[in-house]
């Protein structure tokens, strides 16, 4: 079982930046990648943003945040530092755990069904 609790949520202006953390707690036998993923106010569904792999070696970016977010990994805890903040990027982040077989592979598409453990979710709001 893993628990996973968000924290670094807030209000910033565009251009600005935030950081946010994941810790995770609890003990698998898995190889668990961590994924960040969002829900827009009105949207159906939770985008992906970023993930990083078991062992810290694999990481990748949506599209729309490559080059302004960064993910990394320190022990138990997991950090999304978000750069040249935008409106569009405003959602509740989640950060959640997907186990697989390697401990270099990470998905941020992974369905509903790959993802074992969900965090509560941080609020970002980016205003313009």
């Known amino acids: 079982q893993l628990q996973l609790v968000e924290s670094g949520g807030g209000l910033v202006q565009a251009g600005e930046s935030l950081t946010l953390s994941c810790e995770v707690s609890?003990?698998?036998?898995?190889?668990?990648?961590i994924g960040w993923f969002r829900q827009v106010p009105g949207r159906k569904g939770r985008e992906g943003v970023s993930?990083?792999?078991?062992?810290?070696?694999k990481t990748n970016y949506a599209d729309s945040v490559q080059d302004r977010f960064t993910i990394s990994k320190d022990k138990n805890m997991v950090y999304l530092q978000m750069t040249t903040l935008k409106p569009e990027d405003t959602a509740v982040y989640y950060c959640?755990?997907?186990?697989?077989?390697?401990?270099?592979?990470?998905?941020?598409?992974?369905?509903?069904?790959?993802?074992?453990?969900w965090g509560q979710g941080t609020q970002v709001t980016v205003s313009s």
């Open positions: 959640a755990a997907s186990p697989y077989l390697q401990d270099d592979y990470c998905s941020i598409y992974a369905t509903a069904g790959e993802i074992s453990y």
């Open positions: 609890g003990f698998t036998s898995e190889n668990n990648a």
């Open positions: 993930c990083i792999s078991s062992n810290g070696q």
